[in-house]
Nanobody, 115 residues
Framework: QVQLVESGGGLVQPGGSLRLSCAASGSIFSIFPMGWYRQAPGKQRDLVASITRGGRTNYADSVKGRFTISRDNAKNTVYLQMNSLKPEDTAIYYC?????????WGQGTQVTVSS
């Protein structure tokens, strides 16, 4: 059974930083793109950032220059370093990955940016 387990969310003040992690476990033969999405209350789930196995990255315009996505292929883990956080970054953050040709989602981790 393949699963994605996220960690690292929490409450942070505006201007602060958080680092999210997402580890894939189970019978994994291949992982292609991995990424982070977020969903704020009453809004749709949107892509925040994605990264290919080779390290090519893509970011939403709203987070460019503030967030950095990275991955450790040996550990089947993807990270999201979030700096200069703003209240509008508040959302549930979901990890997403294409594993063994199937799409998987993590359970979500809450990020709240508030003073």
């Amino acid at each position: 059974q393949v699963q994605l387990v996220e960690s690292g969310g929490g409450l942070v003040q505006p201007g602060g930083s958080l680092r999210l992690s997402c580890a894939a476990s189970g019978s994994i033969f291949s992982i292609f793109p991995m990424g982070w999405y977020r969903q704020a209350p009453g809004k749709q789930r949107d892509l925040v950032a994605s990264i290919t196995r080779g390290g090519r990255t893509n970011y939403a315009d709203s987070v460019k220059g503030r967030f950095t996505i990275s991955r450790d292929n040996a550990k089947n883990t993807v990270y999201l370093q979030m700096n200069s956080l703003k209240p509008e970054d508040t959302a549930i953050y979901y990890c997403n990955a294409l594993i063994n040709q199937y799409e998987y989602w993590g359970q979500g981790t809450q990020v709240t940016v508030s003073s």
